[in-house]
């Protein structure tokens, strides 16, 4: 079993629907970050949390430590955020490396 | 530059010959790390630095894989007598420091191995 699990692997969705994508993990992490890969490009980091919930544009990340899950939601999505959204956690102990979910395909379609 | 820089964008390179990879990291980034993103794979951890020295290599696959980084600053990821499971995308990141800092991404290295 991977440390950081992500569903779905896949999902198309119609221009203007809400997205979530959800985010298990099973070791100790200090920061969750999310990650968007667009083809052929490099990677974004759209947020770092370690508690709570963060907003920026129409996009929004909450994590629950407790329960060692996090989703991040995409409000009145349009095609351009179409990408491969990638989940990773900083563990407590490994000098902060990153250890990676297998990532999200996500397709809008307008 | 402002970002975090790989060179070269894309390497096709022989089985058998030796390969650098270059990444520049933001300046004043005192941690850096090397992912490899193989083909249909998800993302893996290589090596990271902390300024000059490599406490955690953990991740390089093989001896033939190395690298370095000097001045704190430029890194240099070294494949030797490459093999075509060699070829992957090789992704290099820095932040601020290790903890709870932000990671920055390059583009990363294509490399193909014929």
């Known amino acids: 079993k991977n440390e950081v699990e992500q569903s779905p692997q896949n999902l198309t969705a119609q221009e203007g629907e809400f997205i979530t994508i959800n985010c298990s993990y099973s070791?100790?992490?200090?920061?969750l970050h999310w990650l968007q890969q667009h083809p052929g490009g490099g990677i974004v980091s759209l947020f770092m949390?370690?508690?709570g919930k963060k907003k920026h544009g129409r996009l929004i990340a909450t994590i629950n430590i407790q329960e060692k899950h996090s989703s991040l939601h995409i409000t009145a999505s349009h095609p351009r955020d179409s990408a491969v959204y990638i989940c990773a956690v900083s563990q407590i102990q490994g000098a902060q490396k990153l250890v990676f979910g297998q990532g999200t395909r996500l397709t809008i379609n307008p | 530059g402002a970002g975090v820089s790989q060179s070269p964008s894309n390497k096709v390179t022989e089985k058998g010959k030796d390969v650098e990879l270059r990444c520049d990291p933001i300046?004043?980034?005192?941690?850096l790390y090397w992912y490899r993103q193989s083909l249909g794979q998800g993302l893996e951890f290589l090596i990271y630095f902390q300024g000059n020295s490599a406490p955690d290599k953990s991740g390089l696959p093989s001896d033939r894989f190395s690298a370095e980084r000097t001045g704190g600053s430029v890194s240099t990821l070294t494949i030797q007598r490459t093999q075509q499971e060699d070829s992957a995308v090789y992704l290099c990141?820095?932040?601020?420091?290790?903890?709870?800092?932000?990671?920055?991404f390059g583009q990363g290295t294509r490399l193909t191995v014929v």
């Open positions: 070791v100790g992490i200090s920061a």
């Open positions: 300046s004043g980034h005192t941690a």
């Open positions: 949390l370690s508690s």
């Open positions: 990141a820095s932040s601020l420091r290790t903890g709870l800092t932000e990671a920055f």
